[in-house]
């Protein structure tokens, strides 16, 4: 019998009803859909009374932002017209003019509504009004391609529905995006990040975890203990099955591990999920298909679900992941990643100071790792991705996977 959601506990039992019925046979079926929406709405409304939040100033819409993604008071000020500016509008001296919301919607992805003040804050969408979120037909077409929507076969089928769709996309699984997502995008590149299209990817892995795999035994996280990280990077020297049977691994101790493609405009590398129920989920979109980024990207993944992941930090995203600049979470995640692939007594008396490829392939059998985890530590420290190419196992995470490249990518 379906009751009103009150207390914490019947929250709990909620959500786990939720995914229960979401990765069932029959989820599909008019009964089956009906409990999932009335649960939610319900859900949603007890989430939405015990987190009230007071509405946002523009400025702290703005503030929000650039927290989310990274930016820095520069970066606002190329939007606003200059360093001067962009002080006085975060010190509330001056207003935002007509032009300055145009810009800060388009480019950052804002709601027009929060700039203008007075209306619910960035993190609490009002879903029967819908989010203010925009995704342009290309992804909208990749999404169709990757099945984000089971019901639409056909691209011409989509193309009639496309701003309904991709509207009720957002509001049916607004269960699935609890809180916003900490984003970690590096500040080298000029190219700007969607977070809209990083939403719908982060909603389509988390779906697919709850669908394809309830059969996985319960997350403990102390079965992760100080040996596992190691023996897992040990996995990387059977070089052509390492990748594969790290994510068997993985999920032998209760982690999901999906494998999903980015959609345009988010350079998304990996994200490590909660589900409604609980469970870490490590999502990869294997964008670069080379070893050592997949290694790297796999264990901050891990280092974010051992230290990061929580019911208040269910979201952790990363974009550019190459990328060195960032702030105090991604930071320690690299050091995870890093000391748990190349132990720190290791990387300080032999690795650090390697050039060449022979004594590079020589250090990475002492260390019972893949030469190309080495050969990555070395291109990130040094800051040069040019160095050593031959050995960071180039084209070889696809087809350690069978994924054929032209299937991956389109």
Same mark, same amino acid.
């Given at each position: 019998?379906?009751?009103?959601?009150?207390?914490?506990?019947?929250?709990?039992?909620?959500?786990?009803?939720?995914?229960?019925?979401?990765?069932?046979?029959?989820?599909?079926?008019?009964?089956?859909?009906?409990?999932?929406?009335?649960?939610?709405?319900?859900?949603?409304?007890?989430?939405?009374?015990?987190?009230?939040?007071?509405?946002?100033?523009?400025?702290?819409?703005?503030?929000?932002?650039?927290? /989310?993604?990274?930016?820095?008071?520069?970066?606002?000020?190329?939007?606003?017209?200059?360093?001067?500016?962009?002080?006085?509008?975060?010190?509330?001296?001056?207003?935002?003019?007509?032009?300055?919301?145009?810009?800060?919607?388009?480019?950052?992805?804002?709601?027009?509504?929060?700039?203008?003040?007075? !209306?619910?804050?960035?993190?609490?969408?009002?879903?029967?009004?819908?989010?203010?979120?925009?995704?342009?037909?290309?992804?909208?077409?990749?999404?169709?391609?990757?099945?984000?929507?089971?019901?639409?076969?056909?691209?011409? /089928?989509?193309?009639?529905?496309?701003?309904?769709?991709?509207?009720?996309?957002?509001?049916?699984?607004?269960?699935?995006?609890?809180?916003?997502?900490?984003? =970690?995008?590096?500040?080298?590149?000029?190219?700007?990040?969607?977070?809209?299209?990083?939403?719908?990817?982060?909603?389509?892995?988390?779906?697919?975890?709850?669908?394809?795999?309830?059969?996985?035994?319960?997350?403990?996280?102390?079965?992760?203990?100080?040996?596992?990280?190691?023996?897992?990077?040990?996995?990387?020297?059977?070089?052509?099955?390492?990748?594969?049977?790290?994510?068997?691994?993985?999920?032998?101790?209760?982690?999901?591990?999906?494998?999903?493609?980015?959609?345009? !405009?988010? !350079?998304?590398?990996?994200?490590?999920?909660?589900?409604?129920?609980?469970?870490?989920?490590?999502?990869?979109?294997?964008?670069?298909? =080379?070893?050592?980024?997949?290694?790297?990207?796999?264990?901050?993944?891990?280092?974010?679900?051992?230290?990061?992941?929580?019911?208040?930090?269910?979201?952790?995203?990363?974009?550019?992941?190459?990328?060195?600049?960032?702030?105090?979470?991604?930071?320690?995640?690299?050091?995870?990643?890093?000391?748990?692939?190349?132990?720190?007594?290791?990387?300080? !008396?032999?690795?650090?100071?390697?050039?060449?490829?022979?004594?590079?392939?020589?250090?990475?059998?002492?260390?019972?790792?893949?030469?190309?985890?080495?050969?990555?530590?070395?291109?990130?420290?040094?800051?040069?991705?040019?160095?050593?190419?031959?050995?960071?196992?180039?084209?070889?995470?696809?087809?350690?996977?069978?994924?054929?490249?032209?299937?991956?990518?389109?």
């Amino acid at each position: 019998m379906i009751q009103v959601v009150t207390n914490p506990e019947q929250q709990a039992a909620a959500l786990a009803r939720i995914e229960q019925l979401a990765s069932s046979a029959d989820s599909s079926s008019p009964a089956t859909k009906n409990e999932l929406e009335v649960l939610i709405a319900l859900v949603r409304l007890y989430e939405q009374e015990r987190y009230k939040v007071a509405p946002p100033t523009p400025v702290e819409a703005i503030r929000f932002r650039m927290n /989310q993604m990274g930016y820095k008071q520069k970066d606002l000020a190329k939007l606003v017209g200059g360093a001067s500016r962009a002080s006085e509008i975060m010190t509330g001296k001056r207003g935002l003019t007509a032009e300055m919301m145009r810009r800060l919607h388009d480019e950052w992805g804002i709601p027009a509504e929060s700039l203008l003040g007075g !209306h619910p804050a960035p993190t609490t969408p009002d879903p029967d009004k819908g989010p203010a979120r925009v995704i342009d037909v290309e992804t909208f077409k990749q999404m169709v391609h990757r099945s984000y929507f089971p019901e639409i076969r056909e691209w011409k /089928q989509a193309g009639k529905v496309f701003a309904e769709r991709m509207q009720r996309y957002f509001k049916e699984n607004a269960g699935l995006l609890p809180a916003p997502a900490r984003l =970690r995008q590096g500040r080298g590149r000029k190219a700007k990040i969607n977070p809209a299209a990083v939403e719908a990817w982060q909603i389509h892995v988390a779906r697919r975890a709850m669908e394809e795999k309830s059969g996985l035994p319960p997350f403990n996280k102390a079965a992760l203990d100080g040996n596992f990280p190691r023996w897992l990077a040990g996995l990387s020297a059977i070089r052509d099955k390492g990748p594969r049977l790290a994510c068997v691994a993985l999920e032998e101790k209760g982690i999901a591990v999906i494998l999903e493609p980015r959609l345009n !405009h988010t !350079h998304l590398d990996g994200a490590a999920l909660l589900t409604p129920a609980g469970r870490p989920v490590i999502g990869l979109t294997l964008r670069h298909d =080379r070893l050592d980024n997949f290694w790297f990207t796999l264990f901050h993944e891990l280092g974010h679900v051992l230290m990061h992941l929580s019911p208040e930090t269910p979201a952790l995203v990363d974009c550019d992941i190459d990328e060195k600049k960032t702030g105090e979470i991604e930071t320690v995640a690299d050091r995870f990643a890093l000391d748990a692939l190349i132990p720190p007594d290791a990387w300080e !008396h032999q690795v650090r100071h390697l050039q060449f490829a022979e004594e590079i392939r020589a250090v990475a059998r002492q260390l019972c790792i893949d030469p190309s985890v080495i050969a990555g530590r070395l291109r990130r420290e040094a800051n040069d991705y040019r160095k050593h190419p031959t050995l960071v196992g180039s084209r070889q995470v696809l087809a350690a996977f069978d994924i054929n490249p032209k299937d991956w990518l389109k």
